[in-house]
């Protein structure tokens, strides 16, 4: 027997005699962010929750940024990812809630308390129907009734313990920013702001590479079109911010120097991502989630998709045809973005419920009601 199915035995019986108690666990990644943080808040002030315990598990214990953050919200209790202490708590929990993969090796005796609040529903197919070990969960979360179908075969659920209620993070969305006190930035100075959320294309942790990956280049446009783009916002008046994917290997590179683009590292970027989108006046984006997000704000979006065919033949998606159904404008050229950043609100396409069964603020509360009826 190997040591993994020893220690998978283990947590099972620990999960038979140790209680569940007034215990809340969170994980995310990044740290302390996305939908588990979301859902964290809300849960702070739900009258559900009053007496109990909540504990962030991180990954960085030094990371004083997060730490900060943290305490500063409520004392919870702050525990690093792999001690001891961490099992103590994971056993006892009443809920863990979680994105991406977090224990997924183990189970738990008799209990239906993982809930998976993944990183968002989107177009690239996971789990199982992308040749991947699901994700043990009990519960998962989703935007639309389509997606429910989907994901519950990717991560091997029943259809109805995928939850559609939208994803926390969104409620976020309706919330202020801190990211322009942050950086030092005056919104009130440019006519409109946008952001561009280029997905991964090659990872940096693993190495594979999904769609085209060119060093000298973002999403298909070098550094030269890019410094023309620059010179083009600064005379519309525009600022356009583009923050990388935490997984993306494109950190590494050295950018030029511009004026009206910001180009944010993931080691660079103190606030939520969520309530800066609320603020942004246009989404650029391509194959990432962020446009169901972003859908629910009724906003222009544009995609950049020029490497669409790489793409489906390293990833693939749940339907066919995307480019086709995406909420707004294709700009794989310069002069398509060009186009659309001189006049954004021009390319709004109104997506009714496509994408989104709900659009408003209260994703947190429908989740919270799902997890008291379980």
């Not at 199982?128 to 935007?143: C, G, K, M, Q």
């Not at 700009?331 to 009714?352: A, G, S």
Request: proline letters at 5%; a neutral charge.
């Amino acid at each position: 027997m190997s040591l993994s199915s020893i220690k998978q035995r283990i947590v099972y019986l620990l999960s038979v005699v140790i209680p569940t108690g007034k215990v809340v666990a969170f994980k995310s990644s990044p740290d302390y962010s996305d939908n588990p943080y979301a859902l964290y808040k809300s849960m702070l002030v739900h009258p559900a929750f009053v007496g109990f315990r909540f504990v962030w598990f991180v990954e960085d214990c030094h990371d004083n940024q997060v730490i900060r953050a943290i305490k500063a919200d409520n004392p919870s209790v702050i525990i690093p990812v792999g001690s001891l202490q961490q099992w103590r708590y994971l056993l006892r929990a009443k809920y863990l809630i979680y994105s991406h993969s977090f224990y997924d090796s183990y189970h738990f005796f008799g209990r239906r308390k993982r809930v998976n609040l993944w990183h968002g529903t989107g177009y690239k197919k996971v789990g199982i129907d992308n040749n991947e070990t699901p994700v043990n969960s009990d519960f998962l979360v989703t935007t639309n009734t389509t997606w429910q179908r989907y994901l519950a075969h990717s991560f091997n659920l029943p259809v109805e313990n995928v939850w559609v209620t939208g994803e926390p993070r969104t409620d976020l969305m309706f919330t202020p920013t801190d990211f322009f006190q942050k950086m030092h930035i005056d919104p009130t100075a440019y006519k409109n702001i946008g952001i561009w959320l280029p997905t991964f294309r090659k990872h940096i942790l693993m190495g594979f590479t999904e769609g085209q990956y060119n060093e000298s280049e973002l999403a298909g446009f070098s550094m030269a079109q890019l410094t023309e783009l620059d010179t083009f916002l600064q005379q519309i008046h525009g600022l356009l911010i583009i923050k990388l994917h935490i997984y993306d290997k494109l950190q590494q590179a050295i950018f030029p120097d511009f004026r009206n683009i910001i180009i944010v590292k993931p080691e660079d970027f103190h606030s939520q991502l969520y309530p800066l989108l609320g603020a942004m006046d246009y989404l650029i984006t391509d194959y990432s989630s962020v446009s169901f997000d972003f859908d629910i704000l009724n906003r222009p979006m544009a995609f950049v998709i020029n490497d669409m065919k790489q793409y489906v033949d390293h990833r693939g998606f749940y339907e066919r045809d995307i480019e086709d159904k995406l909420p707004g404008k294709v700009v794989n050229t310069l002069d398509d973005l060009k186009d659309f950043l001189r006049e954004p609100e021009k390319y709004k396409v109104y997506t009714q419920n496509r994408f989104n069964d709900y659009k408003d603020a209260n994703v947190c509360n429908r989740v919270i009601n799902c997890m008291l009826n379980i």
